[in-house]
């Protein structure tokens, strides 16, 4: 059966912190990894990696993907309250299914 | 970026009624849209997979006959919920996929459902 399992499930740190989200992942026709946020509503979209070792930034973001470990994570630097969110790692199939993992809650405290 | 509309964001209905939430994409066409289910503070649940002209597939444990997909054309599907009851009182969450390789899905803003 197709699981995706995120760590820690939450997180509270301090402004300014440097947070290590983790996802690994067990996906029958494995194409992607997504990461996304989502905060009050639905998720907006992070990033999409498919090819491992290449790690993919975006400003205070970054995400890199392991494929022999079926591994990902997501590093927040520098962290400020409006990264607080929860983080939601999915598998991606070649179908365009994702499963989606139970999301890591953030909290970024002042 | 690609934009998804779900209408309507709300909605409150007696138990018994049906109701019908639509999912759009805007500005692209999407081969395939897919629903979703969310409660409090858990995950996305997918419920069903709709490919334009053809039947949804569902996810195991998701009454087909309860909760309808229609996806008519390439920006519009619909989720119908019928004969509601208070415990399918949920955020339902529609994303689209232009299919294309390297292409993400996109989400719509979901749809709060209460039913009393």
């Known amino acids: 059966e197709d699981k995706v399992v995120q760590s820690p499930l939450s997180l509270v740190v301090h402004e300014g912190d440097t947070v290590t989200l983790n996802c690994s992942y067990e996906v029958t026709n494995f194409r992607s990894l997504l990461w996304y946020k989502q905060e009050k509503k639905a998720p907006t979209f992070l990033f999409m990696l498919t090819s491992s070792g290449i790690e993919k930034k975006s400003g205070r973001l970054s995400s890199i993907l392991d494929k022999k470990e079926l591994f990902s994570i997501l590093n927040i630097t520098a962290t400020q309250t409006g990264d607080s969110a929860i983080y939601l790692c999915?598998?991606?199939?070649?179908?365009?299914?994702?499963?989606f993992g139970p999301g890591t809650s953030l909290s970024v405290i002042p | 970026g690609a934009v998804v509309s779900q209408h309507p964001s709300r909605v409150i209905c007696k138990s018994g009624t049906s109701v019908k939430i639509e999912c759009r994409s805007l500005d692209f066409q999407a081969t395939t849209m897919f629903w979703y289910r969310q409660f409090p503070k858990k995950s996305l649940m997918l419920m069903a997979t709709?490919?334009?002209?053809?039947?949804?597939?569902?996810e195991q444990g998701v009454e087909k006959d309860k909760f309808l997909i229609n996806h008519a054309s390439l920006t519009l599907s619909t989720l119908t919920v019928t004969s509601a009851h208070p415990e399918d009182s949920s955020f339902y969450i529609c994303s689209a996929t232009s299919g294309r390789w390297g292409d993400t899905q996109y989400f719509g803003p979901g749809t709060r459902l209460t039913v009393l």
């Open positions: 709709s490919n334009e002209g053809s039947k949804a597939t569902y």
């Open positions: 999915g598998g991606g199939t070649s179908y365009d299914k994702v499963i």
